[in-house]
């Protein structure tokens, strides 16, 4: 194993311990992914983010066939699905966040952005979220879907499920994930009020600032 795959995981599960202790996901729900030089790290299948082990991370080969460590989670067709929408991801995170989760089984969420810009780091480290079609968990069914959009989307909203966010690092996918939560939060505390939105021009000058 390389010092950069060794550090990965380690940072793979200081991470996944963060968000369980901040609430961002329970028991053994969620998973998470990481890029290395010669295929992905992924969570184990059952795990608690809370309680990850760097040397039983589930490694996959490219082509995402589980190679090392513990059994994988049944997500794999989710994750693998970014990285081909998205070859600059090197981190993907789903989480069951409680904010997300509950604007994904409203049904009078957007389905072209279900996390409307009403602030400006929404914007920068996310951008439009669509919302996807319900399949259960670790369908095969999910790859079309997130193709679709993922291209031109860094995150997308599952219905009924939960949110998946990818980034150029697996740190800044981490941070995008919680910038979702918390605007998800903010959408949800404010719901039927008159809320002001950043205007079209606002969001077009703060979407230059988002990678791509």
């Known amino acids: 194993m390389t010092p950069e795959e060794q550090q990965l995981r380690d940072e793979f599960c200081r991470w996944g311990e963060s968000l369980f202790m901040r609430g961002y996901t329970a028991g053994s729900s969620g998973n998470l992914s990481a890029r290395l030089a010669d295929g992905f790290l992924v969570t184990p299948t059952n795990s608690c983010l809370g309680c990850l082990e760097p040397g039983r991370l589930t490694k996959l080969d490219a082509k995402g066939v589980a190679v090392s460590g513990d059994a994988p989670t049944k997500e794999i067709p989710l994750h693998m699905a970014f990285y081909e929408a998205r070859p600059q991801a090197a981190g993907v995170v789903h989480l069951h966040s409680t904010y997300a989760t509950a604007l994904s089984c409203l049904e009078d969420t957007d ?14 480290r996310v951008g ?30 599952l219905a009924n499920h939960g949110p998946v966010v990818s980034g150029r690092s697996f740190r800044d996918a981490v941070f995008a994930a919680e910038e979702l939560e918390e605007t998800a939060k903010l959408v949800l505390l404010t719901r039927r009020l008159p809320v002001r939105q950043l205007d079209a021009v606002q969001v077009a000058e703060l979407e230059q600032r988002r990678p791509k």
């Open 128 to 157: 439009p979220v669509p919302l996807l079609p319900y399949t259960h968990p670790g369908s095969a069914e999910i790859r079309p879907l997130v193709l679709a959009k993922a291209h031109d989307h860094a995150a997308v909203l």
């Open 111 to 124: 389905p072209n952005n279900a996390i409307p810009p009403i602030t400006p780091y929404v914007v920068m």
